[in-house]
């Protein structure tokens, strides 16, 4: 089915990790707080600033962190 099927080749950009303060910048530019983030994530207030503050952080937390929704009103 696939055999002959040409596949352009996808460009992958290098994973470049996200500062402490470019995290709590994104954070904030969404209208996030460290609480706010915590209950969304389904841990503590303290978790979220541990992970805000680690610059080994995994990187899915800088995905996931670009990928919050935008808090209206803020």
């Known amino acids: 089915m696939f055999r002959n099927r040409k596949v352009a080749p996808v460009e ?3 994973l470049v990790p996200m500062s402490p303060d470019a995290f ?5 530019s ?3 707080t460290p ?3 915590g209950q ?6 303290r978790r979220a600033q541990q992970i805000a503050a680690d610059a080994d952080r995994p990187r899915y937390y800088d995905d996931a962190v670009r990928a919050l929704p935008i808090i209206a009103g803020k």
């Open 30 to 32: 969404r209208g996030w």
């Open 24 to 28: 709590r910048a994104e954070m904030e």
């Open 12 to 14: 992958v950009k290098e």
């Open 40 to 45: 969304r994530w389904g841990m503590t207030k």
């Open 35 to 37: 609480d706010l983030l």
